[in-house]
T-cell receptor, first 113, second 120 residues
Framework: GENVEQHPSTLSVQEGDSAVIKCTYSDSASNYFPWYKQELGKRPQLIIDIRSNVGEKKDQRIAVTLNKTAKHFSLHITETQPEDSAVYFCAASIAGSARQLTFGSGTQLTVLP | NAGVTQTPKFQVLKTGQSMTLQCAQDMNHEYMSWYRQDPGMGLRLIHYSVGAGITDQGEVPNGYNVSRSTTEDFPLRLLSAAPSQTSVYFC???????????????????FGPGTRLTVL
């Protein structure tokens, strides 16, 4: 089955700096790569996703890049703010599989004021 | 719309007890799933369903049962609770769109608020 590895497990940045979280996946058939943000005590919520037919997607301060050849994808957050502090999860979905998402182990992002 | 709802929010069980975690969604989503979340391990799929009457096992199904008698509801049953089942449980739902070559494409998963379960 699919295996998703996520790094780093913790990340601290100064407010205003950029943050990058990286994930690798094992199954080349995966074609859908979402990122979820989970604030303390809350449910995970989708912040951005990308499909394998594009290499990059951007939404305001958040961007995701995908390298299908290397089987890795990354989340980029620019101009970080204290409210960006949360746990971020990447995930991958195998094409045509009803089994849905395999999640990475998460990154605790702390934005220091 | 209420989205995805879960009850209870918190539960404490003794080893060997059984219970059912409830999950309901009002978005008419075909796909529903149960995850458990443990520190440092992300979200692991327990069971999932692609429609009423259809269920299948995920990554960590042992000790859990599910059923899907309606589109809206997807309860998770713990048969005989063990301390290893202490976790936060999330239910999620998703809609399906036609994919390429006759397949299906699943989309954003909407999560419920979670149930924090402690087994003593």
């Amino acid at each position: 089955g699919e295996n998703v590895e996520q790094h780093p497990s913790t990340l601290s940045v100064q407010e205003g700096d950029s943050a990058v979280i990286k994930c690798t996946y094992s199954d080349s058939a995966s074609n859908y790569f979402p990122w979820y943000k989970q604030e303390l005590g809350k449910r995970p919520q989708l912040i951005i996703d990308i499909r394998s037919n594009v290499g990059e997607k951007k939404d305001q301060r958040i961007a995701v890049t995908l390298n299908k050849t290397a089987k890795h994808f990354s989340l980029h957050i620019t101009e970080t703010q204290p409210e960006d502090s949360a746990v971020y999860f990447c995930a991958a979905s195998i094409a045509g599989s009803a089994r849905q998402l395999t999640f990475g182990s998460g990154t605790q992002l702390t934005v220091l004021p | 719309n209420a989205g995805v709802t879960q009850t209870p929010k918190f539960q404490v069980l003794k080893t060997g007890q059984s219970m059912t975690l409830q999950c309901a969604q009002d978005m008419n989503h075909e796909y529903m799933s149960w995850y458990r979340q443990d520190p440092g391990m992300g979200l692991r799929l327990i069971h999932y369903s692609v429609g009423a009457g259809i269920t299948d096992q995920g990554e960590v199904p042992n000790g859990y049962n599910v059923s899907r008698s309606t589109t809206e509801d997807f309860p998770l049953r713990l048969l005989s609770a063990a301390p290893s089942q202490t976790s936060v449980y999330f239910c999620a739902s998703s809609y399906r769109t036609p994919g390429l070559a006759g397949g299906s494409s699943y989309n954003e998963q909407f999560f419920g608020p979670g149930t924090r379960l402690t087994v003593l």
